[in-house]
């Protein structure tokens, strides 16, 4: 199963597009941006969560000012890296590299877009067997979708498999 | 997620359902508030069970409409 399955004919299309008119101008040509959409769902098998291990992966562009570098944010061509996050990081030591969206929420109560007390207490009530150590954390404007797949998936999938993780909770911002 | 089990929930359902992921909800609560209102706890909690849920049913999933608000 491909995670976009005419990923060839779509990075064609944006490189040829929305990439060169931006590289030309200077300028994000929106509408020369083809949305993604595949024919097919991803199938996939049950699972007991309250016998699993859960993984948050949030696209909020949260990092550890103190020990991690901040996404690129201000890049038009976006930030493909990911940042590592304990689940039991204080809430002021994080961050957020985003641009594109609005922080009020999410600084007036991270559990908008990282709902690890929410998670925890679901733990605690027997519905989800467990948090991963970590959660994992990328900044969600992404354009090229070519890098996402490339890039950022393969390391987010290797995280979740350190991680032990049997179930994961996708959070775009 | 090769062999990982997944779920989302999303405000944007005009672009996230034609990625056609295995299991979702979709709300009407805006970017940047993906998962309630702030400090509205009850909200953050229905959609978190709600999304969570999906994990319990074989993929792929109909998409999910939750009557949640800004």
Known sequence: MDILENLAAWTANFRAGWLATAEATGKLDWKRYQRPANAHPVSGKAIDLGKSRLVLIS????????????????????????????VCTPISAIAYAHDHYDHAAVDADPDVLMPIRRLDEMVSAGAIGALADDFISFGGYQPALDRVIDETIPAIVREVKVLGADAALLVPA | MLG???????????????????????????????????????????????????????????????????
């Open chain 1, 59 to 86: 696209s909020a562009g949260a990092y550890l000012p103190a020990s991690q570098a901040p996404f690129d944010a201000a890049n038009p061509y976006g930030d493909y890296t990911i940042r590592r996050i304990s």
């Open chain 2, 4 to 70: 990982v089990a997944t779920t989302l929930t999303s405000w944007n359902a005009d672009r996230t359902i034609p990625i056609k992921p295995p299991r979702a909800t979709y709300t009407k609560l805006g970017r940047g508030s993906t998962i309630g209102r702030p400090n509205d706890l009850a909200q953050q909690r229905r959609v978190l069970e709600a999304t969570l849920a999906l994990l319990g049913r074989d993929a792929p999933l109909d998409p999910v409409y939750l009557d949640e608000k800004a």
